[in-house]
């Protein structure tokens, strides 16, 4: 958005005032540029609410109604980053849209920390999910007696942990004394938080890249599930809506190379991945099945489903999920 990420306030702070020209040339492209901006900040306002529904429904039935797998973890998490993430945009759109200066400041700097966390533990839970689906396949009997139990929620909180010691001092140095301090800190910070982005990003679609390369180089012996088969997608949506907005952030806010439309449609991108896995979710629980009025339950236990996991009781067609063993 323009006021509320790190890229558009620091492009503003950075950007000496251009004298206005009044010409009437000029005023029609403000005109236009105003009218593009309020109907993508409408429609990305659209698309957050549906999201919210979305991963409100997937947090509400993992948390409550259905037994914990190792992977059903991990969706969990990632929901609850995509929840909190499309909520912040909503905050910052219905700002924008009402306007009210006296909570401008505010609303800037809770969505810039909200924001930068949620995208960071988002790409890294989707980065753990497919390393460990990629190794269950090439490594079955390891994944099967070696794999730790409790290892999702040990990934789990080092993300969330990880990503609010580099964010929340980056959102620091960046915003909120980025005219008092000195820029090294800011491009410290920036660095290390590039970084590590980077190398989940790198990490999850080399994973993600196995995972199809092994499907199709055994597509006569090996049928895919539906859980490689969701995973795949959920990475595909992200690479494809996720990514520009990572790039705008990494290299559109230098100075020279920002541009507006980039920056408003990676933002409205960004909340299409966000608000896209739970429609995912119950996809790929409804394929091949067209029984009517199915509990969105019985749905989303089916596309979760972890036939790799061996305390899995295939036997039993009523029961699609197995008991993690750490607290509920």
């Not at 492009?11 to 403000?30: D, K, R």
């Not at 990880?162 to 980056?170: R, T």
């Amino acid at each position: 958005m323009s006021s509320s990420p790190i890229t558009e306030l620091t492009a503003m702070i950075l950007t000496p005032e251009v004298p206005q020209n009044h010409s009437g040339t000029n005023t029609s492209s403000n005109s236009k540029r105003d009218a593009f901006d309020e109907f993508v900040r409408c429609l990305t306002l659209f698309i957050c609410l549906c999201g919210l529904v979305g991963n409100g429904i997937v947090i509400w039935l993992l948390s409550l109604h259905i037994k914990r797998t190792p992977f059903s973890f991990y969706v969990l998490n990632l929901a609850g980053s995509d929840f909190t993430y499309l909520f912040l945009e909503v905050i910052w759109v219905i700002n924008y849209l009402i306007y009210r200066p006296d909570f401008q400041n505010i609303v800037n700097l809770l969505t810039n920390m909200g924001l930068h966390v949620t995208f960071t533990v988002g790409l890294g839970l989707l980065a753990s999910i497919s390393t460990q689906r990629c190794l269950s396949i090439l490594f079955p009997i390891w994944y099967r007696n070696r794999h730790p139990k409790r290892g999702p929620m040990v990934v789990c909180s080092l993300l969330w942990i990880l990503s609010l010691l580099l964010n929340l001092p980056k959102v620091y140095y960046c915003v909120v004394k980025i005219e008092i301090l000195p820029p090294s800190g800011c491009d410290t910070m920036s660095k290390l938080s590039g970084t590590l982005m980077l190398s989940m990003l790198l990490l999850m679609t080399l994973s993600s890249l196995i995972l199809f390369i092994k499907i199709l180089s055994s597509a006569q012996k090996y049928k895919a599930k539906k859980l490689v088969i969701l995973i795949l997608m959920t990475v595909l949506v992200f690479l494809l809506c996720a990514v520009p907005h990572g790039i705008n952030h990494s290299v559109f806010n230098w100075k020279a190379m920002y541009n507006h439309t980039f920056h408003e449609i990676s933002y409205l991108l960004s909340c299409v991945n966000s608000s896209a896995n739970p429609f995912i979710y119950f996809f790929i629980g409804s394929l091949r099945h067209q029984r009517l009025k199915e509990p969105l339950k019985v749905v989303l236990q089916r596309a979760l489903r972890d036939d790799s996991d061996p305390s899995e009781d295939r036997g039993t067609s009523s029961r699609t999920d197995t008991t993690l063993d750490m607290p509920a």
